[in-house]
């Protein structure tokens, strides 16, 4: 139980903004492994990259997460081609 008003209200904030990230985090698992078994098309790329940039944007996950992702993502893509 809460002790105080503003733990009482992050109490009240926590599951509904758990619930959104949720929702962002498996979007992004989800643009990931499609990129991944579909060949890397630019299409997807583009999504994904800006998915994460979204995300990071929101505080959804730490920006240097982004950052290390798309990197990876590039240093795939320029492998492949």
Sequence with gaps: ?????????RARQSPRR????RSVITNLR?????HATGGGKPEESRALVSA??????RG??????ANRRKA???K????AS
Aim: aromatic fraction near 0%; hydrophobic fraction near 45%; charged fraction near 30%.
């Design 1 to 9: 139980m809460a002790n105080s008003k503003s733990a009482a209200k």
């Design 18 to 21: 758990t619930l959104r990230n």
């Design 60 to 65: 959804i996950i730490h920006k240097n997460v």
């Design 52 to 57: 994460l940039d979204k995300a990071a944007k």
């Design 72 to 74: 990876r993502l590039n």
């Design 30 to 34: 989800s643009l990931t492994k499609r």
């Design 76 to 79: 795939a893509a320029a492998k």
